[in-house]
């Protein structure tokens, strides 16, 4: 026994040993570093011009003790009471990215600007022109006419930035200049509010005036993009997000390459498998993007179908919806891709030529076409429902040929209600077949049961968007 104890004791060590070798401490300084990048990180100030104030100046009767106050205080502003235009100036953080002028930023740092001045780490002063914006990743390219080239630093790979490894950011916060602060990685992967969101959360400090400022790996590479800081007070509390590297050289190559983003475009409305769906689907993992509606597009053109659930595109597996977006939208304009689908418990490869989105944004969306049957109400699911009707559908926001099953009334204590189904909302398939009559839903429910389903697939419109909802249904 006591050996047993000596070889076990012994090998805790050795695994230690190995950790601890493994483990990377801190760096001794990080002043080598950001003198090697400081040269090519800006600060950026802009100007805008500010219309008149369209409201009236306060109002004070004559003789009131507060009527020299109020004409003091507009004397003091230099408008005499007049409402005129007037100039804002706003700062922000930018990094040069090659010898012939190009500067990265964020949209919101120029966004309406009408001037914009880049002030380098040597103090000297260039105008800047704007090439081109991207609001959905919040990226703005600009561009400097310099007499010398300028130093610039190199786009890093975000894919190989793990959680805890040292970064710095630098930039121009609240308009003090140049500040260096360092951190780690705090998380990967944070969504905010954009469609193609990929942050790198980092606890580096981060304030008002470092938006746009690069955030580097220890090889003095960009690797993220700052841009939001999540606070209560308005101040750095740790929690700052920096858009990733390899989301932005994309958008700065389009940028640079048209002046504007051009994304390719697939042409269906997506949602995530969920546990549930997926039992009722019959689907052995929780995974890939579930088609809700095919418009007109590239998708419906190649043959996809509501109800497919997308599992590859392009050769790469597909995780979930956000996955989706991301590999759709890097994917060129005009390139055909295979798309590999699960329909009806079996894997199809179709082949899509995408669109592009930004042409295909806007446009309206048809909604399902179909007959109008006669309205015959029954209880089904904790739901009262009856078949749509063309005022019900016109009402609803639908096209007036739409069918489906109206929900009618609820109970609020059934499941339906729990999974987010209201009044109002719209059955147009079950069990992944169309539904125009109640004994359509009656018969689908029939169906899962005898199969052993524990949940009923359900496709519900609110106001012509479609989703997928999974309900349980009894033995």
Sequence with gaps: MRGLTALVLGASLVLAQAIATEARGAPESFADLAESISPSVVNITTSTTVAASTEAAPQVPPGSPFEDFFKDFLDRNGNGGENKPRRSEALGSGF???????????????????????????????????????????????????????????????????????????????????????????????????????????????????SGGPLFNMDGQVIGVNTAILSPTGGSIGIGFSMASNVVNKVVDQLKQFGETRRGWLGVRIQDVTADVAEAMGLVDAKGALITDVPDGPAKDAGLQSGDVIT????????????????????????????????????????????????????????????????????????????????????????????????????????????????????????????????????????????????????????????????????
């Design 96 to 210: 040069v990215i090659s010898e012939d002028g190009y500067i990265v930023t964020n949209n919101h740092v120029i966004d309406k600007a009408d001037e914009i001045e880049i002030e380098f780490f040597s103090g000297k002063k260039l105008p800047a022109k704007l090439i081109g914006t991207d609001p959905k990743t919040d990226i703005a390219l600009l561009k400097v006419e310099s007499d010398t080239p300028l130093p610039f630093v190199p786009f890093g790979n975000s894919d190989l930035m793990r959680v805890g490894d040292w970064v710095i950011a630098m930039g121009n916060p609240l308009g003090q200049g140049f500040s260096v602060s360092s951190g780690i990685i705090s998380a990967r992967g944070r969504a905010l509010s954009g469609t193609y969101d990929d942050y790198l959360q980092t606890d580096a400090a981060i304030n008002r005036g470092n």
């Design 312 to 475: 590859s595109f392009d050769g790469a597996s597909v995780a979930d919806t956000r996955e989706l977006v991301r590999r759709v939208a890097d994917a060129p304009v005009g390139q055909a891709v295979r798309v590999v689908v699960m329909r009806d418990g079996k894997s199809e490869t179709l082949s899509v030529t995408l669109g592009r989105r930004e042409t295909a944004e806007g446009e309206p969306v048809p909604a399902v076409a179909g007959t109008d049957p006669t309205p015959a109400p029954a209880q089904v699911l904790g739901m009262t429902i009856q078949p749509l009707t063309a005022e019900d559908a016109a009402a609803l926001g639908m096209a007036a040929d739409a069918t489906g099953l109206a929900v009618v009334d609820i109970d609020e204590m059934s499941e339906a209600y729990t999974k987010g189904l209201r009044v109002g909302d719209v059955i147009t398939e079950a069990g992944q077949q169309k539904v125009v009559t109640v004994k359509d839903l009656q018969d689908r429910e029939s169906e899962a049961r005898d199969a052993g389903r524990k949940s009923l697939l359900l496709l519900i419109r609110r106001g012509g968007d479609p989703r997928f909802v999974a309900v349980s249904i009894d033995k």
